[in-house]
């Protein structure tokens, strides 16, 4: 017959160095606590399926929080309530890892209730532990979320009342109602049946993170002799005669069965391949800059309309065609209160040096494509400066007469080219051609750019083409 | 690679991928939602992981996780979002976990609005949580700088064990300019505290419990000499016309590009002044202060607070010379001409 030989499980310290108490080789919890117990399961099934080099054991706030005395293993401790989320860092950030995470009942099942309820839901493939003795053990006795109806606490001196405090919370019943968990069993403590099934159950959800299966979570009704007050004995009992009847035990939820495993694979791409991928893969392209008129150097530029008449985007052109003729450029979108109302406006500087405020208060240009807009930022002008409107949109003249001023009907323009939407375009090519600001090449790579779609590019070029003579056309002689 | 026309936002993100940041976990929140999508668009085509969260806590604590593996993790979120962080972020200090947070600041306090506001400077340059801690924090103020520091930001929290802040606003962060990106970094050293999953980690404990109250006073002695490291190294600022300036202005962010053309506008009608930008909020750049304060004859700081930085200045200055401070806040951005118009006033006072 062979020898079996009574030993602690591997994945324990022989020593534990880490616990400040003068004994190394006590654990510092109390006579008759179930701690012990689920820690003893969960070594021996680290040891058996040899994965303890590889795991990783979260510890929040609760009695449970100094594990990492006796786990040797990697070791988090982590926040009140969010064990469950720290698992979900690790384990995101190291799949090949099998994350532990041991939490007790006001860690789990009140502070951190979100936490366990959605990583639950995403399915993390993580191994929960949820030790439930009814009680605040570590802060003194006080009322935990799982505290059964009239059990008396320090906070429920008179016992737990639900028209006060409500009932108590339900985790395995509510765990499985998620479609993401594959596996979810309630066990308890209170004799060596119902201990060795707790084994076989903290087992179980453990293979099935090894196996990639996964989200398990095994519910522990869990003596706290000290929290009950009761000797050790009693708490046994009253597991057995109380929590059961409150708490009943069995597997909630299986399909492990019928799950595929998880696939990782590890994509790791090159430098070359990585700027491809972020689409940074772009040539230097410099073109050379027009002779500008000197008072129309330097512009500082508004233009404003109608959403969806392509304001943003002109603003965008500008700033791309500036900064492809090497100025330094910012565009600077409406943002915040000025975004509602269905108005759209930006702010485009291009510059021969570095760029202060992006913001455009008083514009050297302003470009209105609607009425409301021509009204608004009329006054703001620059004496000096251009104004450029929609004459075909707008049924009233600039009354400024200390500015440039070029009416042009785009969007009548783009119709009969074939599409409204392009009268933006038409503008760009006018604001070039009036202040003879951009030459036609430039303007014409920053479409291939600035217009995703590339079959609308040759729409666009003539447009741009159509607005620069109109601009030419009527620059001031 | 040639330059790009982005937004802040977005160069952040792809600024942080060529970082090495392969984990992004956040909750949507405006006006820093962009970065989470960006993040969502881009990290999964270079082999990362983005996960929305269910709540900004649990995000940051997913964060805690994946530092305590050893990888270039971040998260990022504006000031309501920030102030439920808190907690995190002073745990990840405690157990010295490198990390990048961004703040997108909106105005405040409660819900306020989503406008642009500068009101978070306190609660994230003074550590912000419980406990002695201080995270570096950087201000960019420009899209390149975006992507820049969001660099800056990884190798600092490397280097140092700690969460380093990207403090900024909306308009930098809407704001599209062009941008060099760098090279992607792409080998990474294993740190011998980091968890990875493994026989030859896993003696590491990730860990802010201290029970001794020796034992904790020397974490935080610890602590504190790593900030002071910190202040010794890597201050950063920049120093515009400050030579032979008489009023020395300051702001961070979308107001020291404001302060840049006020600076420009003023010298152009003869009154000397400079700009002193501080680039990093912690540190902060006590001694050129110091320094400026023996010769100038104003400081003149402005944010878009209630004056939160004009403190950190006055405790530099330490009395030397008088400090004047201009605030706007509730989103509304100070005008170069009201910055003006302050600037000349306070000089014929």
């Not at chain 2, 002695?221 to 920049?238: D, G, M, P, S, T």
Request: hydrophobic fraction near 40%.
């Amino acid at each position: 017959m062979a020898e079996k030989v009574l030993k602690k499980p591997r994945s324990f310290y022989d020593i534990y160095e880490r616990n400040p108490s003068a004994d190394k080789k006590m654990p510092h919890y109390c006579p008759g606590c179930g701690h012990g117990n689920v820690h003893k399961f969960i070594a021996e099934a680290l040891d058996d399926f040899d994965v303890a080099d590889r795991t990783i054991f979260i510890s929040p706030v609760g009695c449970s929080v100094f594990a990492y005395y006796y786990f040797d293993t990697g070791n988090i401790q982590a926040a009140h309530g969010r064990a469950p989320a720290v698992a979900t860092g690790i384990k995101r950030a190291h799949p090949h890892s099998i994350v532990i995470s041991y939490q007790g009942d006001g860690d789990l099942a009140a502070i951190g209730t979100a936490e366990i309820l959605h990583a639950a839901n995403r399915g993390e493939n993580i191994t929960v532990f949820f030790i439930n003795n009814a009680i605040y053990g570590m802060t003194g006795g006080q009322m935990a979320p799982t505290t059964i109806v009239g059990q008396k606490t320090t906070t429920t001196p008179y016992g737990r009342r639900p028209q006060n405090e409500g009932y108590p919370v339900k985790i395995a019943e509510l765990i499985s109602q998620l479609e993401a968990p594959v596996y979810v069993e309630r066990v308890a403590l209170f004799d060596n049946k119902h201990r060795a099934k707790a084994r076989m159950a903290v087992r179980k959800a453990i293979k099935n993170q090894v196996d990639n299966l996964g989200f398990s979570l095994v519910e522990v009704l869990s003596p706290c002799p000290s929290g009950w007050k009761m000797d050790p004995v009693d708490a046994m009992h009253w597991i057995e005669e109380e929590m059961v009847k409150v708490f009943p035990l069995g597997v909630y939820k299986d399909i492990t069965k019928e799950v595929e495993p998880y696939h990782i694979e590890e994509f790791k791409p090159e430098a070359e391949e990585i700027k491809e991928l972020l689409d940074l893969k772009t040539e230097s392209k410099s073109f050379a800059r027009s002779t500008v008129p000197e008072k129309y150097k330097n512009p500082e530029i508004k233009i404003a309309g109608f959403g969806g008449q392509g304001v943003l985007l002109l603003g965008a052109a500008l700033a791309q065609a500036g900064m492809l003729q090497d100025y330094h450029v910012s565009w600077l979108p409406s943002y915040g209160p000025e975004m509602r109302g269905g108005t759209a406006n930006c702010h485009v500087n291009i510059r021969e040096i570095e760029i202060g405020s992006p913001v455009v208060a008083n514009p050297s240009i302003l470009i209105a494509l609607n009425r409301p807009s021509l009204e608004k930022f009329e006054p703001d002008v620059q004496s000096g400066g251009l104004i450029i409107y929609d004459s075909s949109l707008i049924d009233i003249e600039p009354s400024r007469k200390d500015v440039e001023i070029l009416a042009i009907p785009s969007t009548k323009m783009a119709d009969e080219l074939g599409n409204t939407r392009i009268a933006n375009m038409v503008v760009l090519g006018a604001i070039a051609g009036y202040t003879n600001f951009f030459d036609l090449k430039t303007l014409f790579e920053t479409l291939n750019t600035a217009i995703k779609r590339k079959n609308l590019i040759e729409i666009n070029r003539k447009a741009v083409e159509t607005g620069y003579q109109f601009g030419k056309e009527h620059r001031v002689k | 690679m040639g330059k790009l026309l982005v937004k802040g936002n977005d160069a952040i993100v792809r600024g942080a991928i060529l970082a090495g940041c392969r984990v992004y976990f956040g909750y949507p929140i405006t006006p820093a939602s962009e970065i989470a999508e960006t993040a969502a668009k881009y990290l999964p085509k270079v082999g990362g992981t983005f996960l929305q969260a269910e709540s900004e806590i649990a995000s940051i604590n997913m964060v805690y996780g994946a530092a305590s593996g050893g990888v270039r993790v971040m998260t990022a979120s504006s000031s309501p979002g920030i102030s439920l962080k808190q907690e995190g972020v002073s745990y990840a200090a405690g157990a010295e976990l490198p990390c990048v947070i961004v703040d997108v600041m909106r105005g405040g306090p409660g819900l306020g609005n989503i406008a642009p506001e500068q009101s978070d400077y306190n609660q994230i340059v003074k550590g912000g949580g419980h406990g002695n801690y201080k995270c570096p924090v950087l201000a960019p103020y420009s899209a390149q700088e975006m992507s820049d520091f969001i660099q800056l930001a990884f190798d600092l929290a490397e280097k140092y064990r700690t969460p380093v802040y990207v403090l900024t606003d909306g308009y930098i962060g809407q704001m599209m300019e062009p941008v060099e990106f760098g090279e992607p970094k792409t080998d990474f050293p294993r740190f011998d505290w980091a968890l990875y999953g493994d026989a030859e980690s896993k003696q590491n404990l990730i860990s802010s419990i201290y029970l001794e109250p020796d034992e904790l006073e020397e974490h935080n002695r610890k602590l504190q000499r790593k900030y002071a490291e910190i202040e010794a190294n890597e201050v950063r600022f920049e120093d515009f016309m400050l030579e032979d300036a008489e009023i020395v202005l300051m702001g961070y962010g979308i107001v020291s590009r404001v302060l840049k053309t006020v600076v420009e506008k003023l010298r152009e009608e003869g009154v000397k002044a400079g700009l002193l930008r501080p680039k990093t909020l912690f540190p902060f750049p006590k001694k050129k202060i110091a320094e400026l304060a023996q010769r100038v004859k104003k400081f003149l700081v402005v944010e878009m607070s209630n004056g939160q930085m004009v403190d950190d200045v006055r405790l530099a200055v330490n009395g030397k010379c008088p400090v004047e401070f201009y605030g706007r806040m509730g989103g509304n951005v100070p005008t170069m001409k009201e910055v003006l118009e302050h600037s000349k006033k306070l000089m014929e006072a």
